[in-house]
């Protein structure tokens, strides 16, 4: 029989046979239902070898595989619920449609007149009633992927899915995936404690470099070995700077290959008094790591500098306010140099008579430090050269201290991952209920709806 040939989107046609949960069917009939003026989905009426009944239904390319139910299996929990199998089917939305077009085969005859759909979901199974002015009649239903169809029916081509399907399922299992990730991470505190237990950190190079046994040239260290996996190097630095710098230049040399792994670090340390306040940046040491290093035998190559001395080391009489803050030195032409050691602020003068009488902030702070003390006198009854040269020395960095340490066993990637698996379920948790907030969108009865 056919009323109208259905020909848009039908991709099954009379007599094709496929295979859906073992069971082999035929399409004996096609029904094209339409909903107001432009809303069609199709109906593919099967048959099985002892002529049982099932239904695809598809609309927007999306397929629902669907079998009659009696009545006798439900039971109604409200007008907008319904139990079967124990489990509860919510109500999802009543449509109003008649046949646009059938073709096939059918063993009833057909109602033209306007029928009424109620649906009913649990996540990817429906309920489907279909009531009529001669009968009301019952489906149970599931989604059905398009590539099943495919394969069942040996189609090449299908619809695109468009939207959300009724009963379509999100994109992936969410249950599965948290226990993967639970499993995932488990493994990987296993493999974590093993390595914690089974290696240690150890510091595999330690010396003192003076910074004149380097100037200007290298120095090349002893070789030392790593043995394991990759793991990074942590490189501590530490230099006595004092409102002054040190650089240190770190050539790390693989002996087997010949790569060479190049660092540079600044060692940088500031104080001082400013508007009532004292201030202070920088440090005393520097830490970084060098990452990625692989087993095998290693040596440094070693270059320093830093800042030279403000002091002069021609100062033949020396002195140091009490306090430490400001430094008076006389050379033997008479010069008289002056530093503020919070700053590092200095400056010459001819002799005392122009230091006292200047104006600026240096002759400012030598006054308000030493108040009516005969300079001269503790510039003469002071420090000598060599005592000055030794206070000098002690102030300024004369070497860095070099600590290398190999880390095999790190926390920090152990955490990045375990980190990086609960943003994933976050973001998965959020994406399925966004995804079935869309899904109950032209559903009037939405579980999402806002109040």
Same mark, same amino acid.
């Given at each position: ?55 695809? &239904? ?20 409200? &007008? ?163 409102? &002054? ?87 033997? &032409? ?118």
């Amino acid at each position: 029989m056919v009323v109208k040939k259905p020909v848009e989107n039908v991709v099954l046609d009379i007599g094709r046979k496929g295979i859906i949960n073992d069971t082999e069917y035929s399409v004996v009939g096609i029904i094209v239902r339409k909903y107001g003026s432009s809303i069609y989905w199709r109906e593919y009426y099967l048959k099985d070898e002892k002529r049982n009944d099932a239904f695809l &239904s598809e609309s927007n390319g999306h397929w629902v595989f669907l079998l009659p139910l009696a009545k006798e299996n439900l039971r109604t929990k409200s &007008s907008k619920q319904i139990f079967r199998d124990q489990k509860t089917y919510r109500w999802y939305e009543t449509t109003q449609c008649y046949i646009d077009a059938a073709a096939g085969f059918f063993e009833d005859a057909l109602n033209f007149n306007l029928a009424t759909y109620k649906e009913y979901v649990n996540g990817t199974e429906m309920i489907s009633q279909e009531q009529s002015v001669s009968a009301t009649e019952y489906f149970v239903g599931n989604h059905v992927s398009k590539h099943t169809i495919k394969r069942a029916f040996k189609i090449p081509h299908l619809p695109n899915y468009s939207g959300i399907g009724i009963v379509q399922p999100f994109y992936f299992n969410l249950k599965q995936a948290i226990n993967i990730l639970c499993i995932v991470a488990l493994l990987i505190c296993l493999l974590q404690l093993y390595v914690y237990t089974s290696r240690s950190n150890y510091t595999v190079f330690e010396q003192t470099v003076k910074f004149e046994d380097v100037k200007n040239k290298e120095m090349v260290s002893k070789s030392f070995s790593l043995s394991g996996g990759s793991a990074p190097l942590k490189v501590n630095l530490h230099s006595a700077v004092d409102n &002054s710098w040190a650089n240190v230049q770190l050539s790390l040399v693989n002996e087997n290959t010949n790569e060479v792994v190049y660092t540079s670090k600044d060692i940088e340390e500031y104080h001082g008094y400013e508007d009532g306040e004292n201030w202070s940046e920088g440090s005393t040491s520097e830490e970084f790591n060098l990452c990625g290093i692989s087993s095998g035998k290693y040596h440094f190559v070693i270059s320093a500098e830093k800042q030279e001395s403000i002091l002069t080391s021609t100062a033949s009489n020396y002195y140091t306010s009490a306090d430490g803050g400001v430094s008076l030195s006389r050379e033997a &032409s008479g010069i008289i140099n002056v530093v503020n050691n919070n700053t590092r602020e200095s400056a010459s003068f001819g002799d005392l008579n122009t230091l006292r009488k200047d104006q600026s902030d240096i002759g400012e702070l030598v006054r308000r430090t030493f108040g009516n003390q005969n300079l001269d006198s503790l510039l003469s009854l002071n420090t000598t050269l060599s005592e000055a040269s030794r206070n000098i020395e002690n102030r300024d960095n004369s070497s860095v201290d070099i600590k290398v340490t190999w880390l095999p066993v790190s926390f920090w990637n152990f955490g990045i991952v375990l980190t990086l698996m609960i943003i994933f379920f976050i973001i998965c948790y959020w994406g399925r209920h966004l995804f079935n907030v869309s899904k109950w969108s032209d559903s009037s009865n939405s579980p999402y709806m806002q109040s």
